[in-house]
């Protein structure tokens, strides 16, 4: 059974500082790893989806990493922004998408 | 225009009643899911549907019965709701699938359901 976990569970940083993210995942034997964004009371939006043979990903001041044989993902967002307060979950997709339960960032003007 | 849109998105009940939550998508994906958030705010799937075929249950009670009466719909049916059934449902969507997931594609979440049960 593919069990994610997400550290750190909440995050504070002023704006302006660079935000890293981890995930990691016990079944290596996944086909990608996805990124999300979920803002309270909304649903989920899609942010990077890193396919298996890949090491990285980027979208703007976003990029993600991917070591699958170490069953582990980084996300780095560079120069945070108030904006950017929401909670990032990552997923795993061995045959359905496994959710870590997220880290919450909160970007301080 | 709403990518996948789901109503409604609060609903109250009482315990033992029986409820529906709709689901659409206008992208023209041919798989369709559905997930629930329980309070700590884990996201788990239930089903998945592609092409109105049942392709993946995870173990959810009985209780839960999913329709797709079309590609573009799938909707989720809750026979004699329990306290535990309170959660917010997500339902999803996704370009292509093998045997049911999104292998090289991101999947489409709608706004969610709130689902209070008394």
């Known amino acids: 059974k593919q069990e994610v976990t997400q550290i750190p569970a909440a995050l504070s940083v002023p704006e302006g500082e660079n935000l890293v993210l981890n995930c990691s995942f016990t079944?290596?034997?996944?086909?990608?790893l996805q990124w999300f964004r979920q803002d309270p009371g909304k649903g989920l939006t899609s942010l990077l989806l890193?396919?298996?043979?890949?090491r990285e990903q980027t979208s703007g001041r976003l990029n993600a990493s991917l070591d699958k044989s170490s069953g582990r993902s980084t996300l780095y967002i560079a120069a945070s922004q108030p904006g950017d307060s929401a909670t990032y979950l990552c997923?795993?997709?061995?045959?359905?998408?496994?959710f870590g339960a997220g880290t919450t960032v909160t970007v301080r003007a | 225009d709403t990518a996948v849109s789901q109503t409604p998105k609060y609903l109250v009940t009482q315990m033992g009643n029986d409820k529906s939550i709709k689901c659409e998508q206008n992208?023209?994906?041919?798989?369709m899911y559905w997930y629930k958030q329980d309070s700590k705010k884990f996201l788990k799937i239930m089903f998945s549907?592609?092409?109105?075929?049942?392709?993946i249950n995870e173990t959810v009670p009985n209780r839960f019965s999913p329709k797709s009466p079309d590609k573009a719909h799938l909707n989720l049916h809750i026979n004699s709701l329990e306290l535990g059934d309170s959660a917010v449902y997500f339902c999803?969507?996704?370009?292509?699938?093998?045997?049911?997931?999104?292998?090289?594609?991101?999947?489409?979440f709608g706004p969610g359901t709130r689902l209070t049960v008394l």
């Open positions: 999803a969507s996704s370009q292509e699938s093998t045997r049911g997931v999104a292998l090289g594609y991101t999947q489409y």
């Open positions: 079944d290596s034997a996944i086909y990608n």
């Open positions: 890193i396919q298996s043979s890949q």
């Open positions: 997923a795993a997709n061995d045959y359905k998408l496994s």
């Open positions: 992208l023209g994906h041919d798989t």
């Open positions: 549907y592609n092409n109105k075929e049942l392709i």
